[in-house]
């Protein structure tokens, strides 16, 4: 794995249900102008394995897995107010190497959390949504910030039918889940705040990755929710 500058990332795999190469990240569309304070992305050329829940004829109808890799940015806001910054990140996941049955279960989850609670509750995240398209054609979505010129737009490519929700949203953070991870293509989801001036918050942007196991039991072979997270922790700037 390469670093960008002294950012740490983690993974490990748990057991619960939870809530590289770098490449160069997509920018997403923010306004006002920002530029990206820290980003990065796990191994493209060794892309995470991720493999969903069977059915009760699993030779049949074999588990949905694939591959994916994640990316992240932060971004910082030009603005003229001095008592207060503008901060949007951006937590991309990107599926691929489909094979199984997509609409079997296979919860995935991504999470942009804050070191800052947000000033005077002006924070915005990207909405829960359905995807009307099909798996190739991006989803345009704006989260804007009540009170204040600031939206960050994204593009997710979700297949029809599939539904993104968001579970967690408050002044610091924000949780998104997918039941099927089998509709993904490009899971991109946003969040933005102001913070006081000089505040340098932290982010932390968190994957969670369904890998399923396998488990022989009588009277039937079943299988059990199993992820692997990946962390990263933003610079402070």
């Known amino acids: 794995m ?28 923010v306004v006002p102008s ?26 049949s109808f074999p588990r949905p897995q694939g591959s994916v890799y994640v990316c992240f940015e932060v971004y910082k806001l030009s603005d003229k107010n ?14 691929s190497s489909f ?41 345009s979505i ?13 593009k997710p490519k979700i297949c029809k039918g599939y539904k993104v929700t968001r579970t967690v949203y408050d002044d610091h953070q924000a949780t998104w889940s997918v039941q099927k991870a089998g509709g993904l293509r490009t899971l991109e989801t946003s969040y933005s705040q102001e913070v006081k001036q000089g505040a340098k918050p932290q982010y932390t942007v968190r994957f969670s990755i369904p890998q399923y196991k396998w488990v022989e039991a009588t009277p039937r072979d079943y299988t059990v929710k199993r992820f692997k997270v990946v962390t990263f922790h933003s610079d402070r700037r």
């Open 2 to 29: 390469v670093t960008r500058n002294t950012r740490r990332w983690t993974a490990t795999v748990v057991m619960a249900m939870v809530l590289g190469v770098v490449g160069v990240p997509a920018q997403a569309a």
């Open 82 to 95: 001095p008592k207060a910054d503008y901060y949007a990140v951006v937590a991309r996941s990107v599926w």
């Open 99 to 139: 094979s199984g049955t997509p609409t079997f279960e296979a919860y995935a989850y991504q999470t942009i959390s804050s070191s800052s609670r947000s000033v005077s509750n002006y924070y915005a995240a990207t909405n829960s949504f359905t995807a009307s398209k099909s798996c190739s054609d991006p989803v």
């Open 142 to 154: 704006s989260a804007s910030v009540p009170g204040l010129p600031i939206s960050v737009g994204v």
């Open 34 to 59: 920002a530029k990206i304070v820290d980003s990065g992305c796990s191994s493209q050329t060794k892309k995470m394995k991720w493999i969903g829940s069977d059915s009760k004829d699993r030779y």
